[in-house]
């Protein structure tokens, strides 16, 4: 049975919501954006901003709508005369101590105090002859700076630090307009996920150091994307500047991270940036030899020349086919390198990472994960597994081994190597690949990843690929029989979806920008 | 300290009847003048008919709001499932106010029979009384009632536990002093819910004044209908209430009288006057959050909650402040904004910002360097500063700022044209 809802409207538009909405999500519902600053949705309520005051018909005061739940038949006027002169109000006095640093301001472009007085502030001051409050700016921890004459005392960071980091750093020191945000004497805003009080500031009062001044907000291109750092799977944003990556934010998914992603998946980008990277199909030149080590080099072909020579190696041979693949691929590639090798008999293994586990105590199941890699999951149920040194082993006898993008393989083998990569390793130190083939990085292409949980997720292009490298989706699908190459990513992912068993159901066209669980949950990700 | 007045004829002595007494401090000299007599009959009753008879006796809250005590007490969870909890604010903090401070040197076993009446009332089995920091006498008494009285056992299974504060005006509000028993930093909590639902440590809580819980237990001796009939204006406003009055009178002090007595009698007989050659100007009747009254007002006002918003301003917390010919109104403002500004906890922009940029201002007039438009700046910013934010400090801060424009802007306007001079430093 469904809940019973409740009817109310706001600006004159009905909306049905359930009960105990806040008014401000309500109104969100009906195209209404009440202004605030305290508020967030992943945070305790404050009320202390004031700045989203309505009026509610038949209350006495205006009404904070971030504190006030629905009730049937509430009529709401955010528009009204008194509720935006409350607001204009609260700007006002926000302003006051505010030092109007915009032009200097990291924040500048995406403040939201900027917006709200550009919207509906007043367009001058009455505060000219007093001197503004200034503090000077501190160091709060690794990465964040403070900078208290921008604070609008919104407390959004204390709440943060106290409530879901749970580790209570912050606090607002002093009392009136001398009021600030303050450290603890001992303490350092140095929690694995400290970084999100960057985000949830709604001015440019608490600062990135790794972004300060490299980039205005307008300047920035966004794109949805997945974070590549650990095997949690969190949406995040990623912002570039002239197809440079240079910054990573959260991008709000309720049933994977919420509002917040961790410092180590916030830093984990510029290898987006490499500069070092495979830019044309390689082929290894006469002289050159299979195992051997050294040989007779590699020339840049096009990419028709070195996809012959790649599915000429794949239709030469027969026996053994071993794959050694990065579990940061995306979940197409990942199947179509086992495809492009279905002849034979085939073994596929990844290396991974393992780190620290650091939750975020406020979110449940909300961590970053020891299996630093975005496509763990996602490698095991198109079967690849764990066990890197068994597939090492069986390579040296293989006819054919393919490298998925782990420029750290050392492969020894009596047969040829085909390596399909973002980057070349340091030296072709276990023999010259036959035929190296360029692709693009999670940043340039296209594709999906399945978090621990079983939780596809897509991810989009931000950026273009370097050079000739192309989507891996692509590069390996060619690889594959004519009638079987997929034309696009979405292409692929279908495919995929038929093919393997622990997609059922699933198809690109749904999969959204927040992902689908799976039908069964992989057995593999699921804690005991 | 000194030691209070004898009582005035036209007092009606019933809370401070032993102020100044010494031997009624003691566990044994309350008890010789009837002491917890109240409280072994209120024990005897339900909490529903404890509650019953403050109801029927018109009690309202003498910390400021006036609401009535207890209807505060019947919206307690009558099924008990999770504790419950009485909060006495002793935290008397209010500019003028020194009322409950006089309670507590004097008559401590008054409050904490009252206290331990409430309690019974509200089935609590702790309850805090949150003294004011600065209030080092009252505290040290209060130590000592307390001992006796556990010594005495004479609070039965109610647990007392005296928590100083720190010296923020804030903490005087309601649920500010509830964080700050918790530990938490002062700061009032948004409504709802309300403290009988969700209060002190998330648990059903009661919390009354000093003054109102010393009142209950003569309710209880004398009944109801008694303490109804101590009225002299409106029936809404019954029994008798304490006047802390400072300022400019011959006779400062702490006066008793019953609800509804004439202001201008409290001040001209009571106090004694004005000094000799002075006028009365102004009076702020219910301690410095309430609208300034001016001469005339003055006359008109009789002191209970309705005679007070009938000309304009509140009851309050009874701390009356008396102006004559010599004050100048603008710095009296001033003063007070001030207070307000530094006492503002921070949470909201309009209190936080407002109270700071309002004494700016009127600092600034003082100095001689107002411009024209700084009386329209400061009234609308005591709009945007009134009915919009937590509690009602910013409201307080408002409330002599506009009264005081209004009814004495011949001051503000003399410092403005230049006609008056600021006083060298």
């Known amino acids: 049975m469904p809940e019973p809802q409740v009817n109310l409207t706001i600006d004159g538009v009905p909306v049905n919501v359930p009960p105990d909405t806040l008014l401000i999500e309500a109104a969100k519902r009906a195209g209404v954006l009440v202004p605030h600053y305290c508020y967030h949705p992943g945070l305790p309520v404050a009320g202390v901003c004031r700045m989203c005051l309505v009026e509610v018909e038949k209350a006495p005061k205006l009404q904070i709508a971030c504190a006030t739940p629905v009730t049937e038949g509430m009529v709401v006027r955010t528009q009204s005369a008194s509720a935006r002169d409350a607001r204009r109000g609260v700007l006002e006095l926000l302003l006051i101590n505010h030092p109007l640093d915009c032009p200097i301001c990291d924040q500048a472009g995406e403040c939201e105090l900027q917006d709200f007085v550009f919207q509906e502030g007043r367009p001058g001051t009455r505060y000219a002859e007093f001197a503004k409050r200034f503090n000077p700016v501190e160091d709060f921890g690794p990465d964040v700076l403070y900078v208290p004459n921008r604070c609008i005392l919104c407390t959004r960071c204390v709440r943060f630090m106290e409530d879901v980091a749970q580790e209570p750093v912050l606090n607002v020191s002093e009392r009136g307009d001398r009021a600030y945000i303050g450290i603890h004497a001992e303490g350092r805003l140095d929690h694995p996920w400290a970084g999100n009080v960057v985000d949830l500031c709604p001015v440019g009062s608490l600062i990135s150091k790794d972004f300060l001044h490299k980039a205005r907000a307008w300047e920035l291109d966004k794109t949805a994307s997945i974070c590549t750092g650990c095997s949690q799977g969190c949406n995040v944003t990623l912002d570039v500047r002239d197809n440079v990556v240079v910054r990573v934010r959260p991008r709000p998914n309720l049933d994977v991270n919420r509002y917040f992603i961790c410092d180590h998946g916030r830093a984990h980008y510029r290898w987006l940036n490499r500069g070092d990277r495979l830019e044309a199909p390689l082929v290894r030149q006469p002289g050159g030899g299979g195992g051997g080590g050294g040989g007779g080099g590699h020339r840049a072909v096009d990419w028709d020349e070195a996809l012959e020579r790649a599915r000429g190696i794949l239709r030469g041979a027969a026996g053994r086919a071993v794959a050694l693949v990065s579990p940061g691929a995306s979940t197409e590639a990942l199947f179509l390198a086992r495809r492009a090798l279905a002849r034979f008999d085939w073994t596929g293994a990844f290396q991974l990472v393992i780190g620290d586990e650091a939750p975020l105590p406020g979110v449940p199941n909300l961590a970053l994960r020891p299996e630093r890699a975005s496509n763990v999951t996602g490698a095991e149920l198109v079967g690849y597994t764990r066990d890197y040194g068994a597939a090492l082993e069986a390579a040296a006898g293989a006819a054919v081994v393919l490298v998925l993008d782990d420029p750290s393989a050392v492969v020894r083998t009596a047969g040829e190597v085909i390596y399909v990569g973002t980057v070349a390793p340091p030296t072709w130190e276990g023999g010259e690949p036959a035929v190296v083939l360029p692709i693009a990085n999670v940043a340039e292409e296209e594709g999906t990843f399945v978090n621990r949980d079983g939780r596809v997720q897509r991810y989009l292009q931000a950026k273009p690929a370097p050079g000739m490298a192309r989507p891996a989706w692509w590069v390996l699908g060619e690889l594959g029989e004519s009638g079987e190459r997929p034309t696009s990513a979405a292409d692929a992912f279908d495919r995929l979806a038929a093919a393997v068993e622990a997609f059922d159901g699933l198809s690109h066209a749904d999969l959204g920008l927040l992902g689908r669980p799976l039908a069964r949950r992989p057995a593999a990700a699921v804690p005991a | ?425």
């Open chain 2, 1 to 425: 300290m000194g030691v209070p007045h004898p009582p005035h004829a036209r007092e009606t002595v019933v809370l401070s009847q032993y102020f100044g007494d010494a031997e009624a401090r003691t566990y044994k000299g309350w008890v010789k003048r009837g002491g917890y007599e109240a409280l072994r009959k209120a024990l005897a009753l339900s909490p529903t008919a404890v509650t019953e008879e403050v109801k029927a006796s018109g009690l309202r809250g003498r910390g400021g709001a006036g609401f009535p005590t207890g209807l505060k007490w019947s919206f307690m969870p009558k099924e008990k499932q999770k504790p419950h909890y009485l909060c006495v604010n002793a935290d008397e903090s209010e500019p003028g106010t020194f009322k409950d401070r006089e309670i507590m040197r004097w008559t401590p076993h008054a409050l904490l029979e009252g206290t331990a009446i409430a309690a019974h009332a509200i089935q609590a089995e702790v309850a805090y009384i949150y003294i004011r920091g600065e209030f080092t006498e009252p505290l040290a008494i209060m130590e000592r009632a307390l001992a006796e009285a556990e010594a005495a056992n004479a609070l039965g299974r109610l647990k007392v536990v005296l928590h100083r504060g720190a010296g923020a005006y804030i903490c005087g509000e309601e649920t500010a002093l509830m964080n700050s028993i918790e530990g938490k930093r002062g700061n009032p909590r948004i409504r709802p819910p309300f403290p009988a639902a969700v209060g002190l440590f998330g648990m059903p809580t009661t919390i009354n004044n000093v003054e109102t819980l010393t009142a209950v237990p003569h309710i209880i001796t004398r009944g109801a209908a008694w303490y109804k009939s101590l009225c002299l204006s409106n029936p809404k406003s019954t029994g008798t209430k304490l006047f802390s009055v400072c300022g400019h009178v011959q006779r400062p002090g702490t006066y008793e009288v019953t609800m509804g007595f004439p202001l201008k009698d409290l001040l001209s007989e009571l106090c004694g006057g004005m000094h000799p050659g002075r006028t009365l100007k102004a009076v702020i009747p219910g301690g410095s959050s309430v609208p300034i009254l001016n001469r005339d007002e003055v006359e008109r006002c009789l002191l209970d909650y309705e005679g007070c918003v009938e000309v304009g301003t509140m009851l309050g917390s009874g701390g009356v402040i008396v102006f004559d010919d010599s004050a100048d109104m603008v710095y009296q403002i001033m003063r007070l904004a001030r207070f307000y500004a530094h006492e503002s906890c921070a949470q909201c922009t309009q209190c936080r910002e407002g109270t700071a940029w309002t004494t700016k201002i009127l600092e600034r007039i003082l100095a001689g360097q107002g411009k024209p438009s700084d009386l329209d700046l400061l009234l609308d910013l005591a709009d945007n500063m009134t009915g919009k934010t937590i509690c009602v400090l910013s409201d307080s801060c408002a409330a002599p700022v506009v009264s005081g424009i209004k009814k004495f802007r011949d001051e503000f306007d003399a410092y403005l044209t230049g006609k008056k001079r600021p006083e060298a430093a």
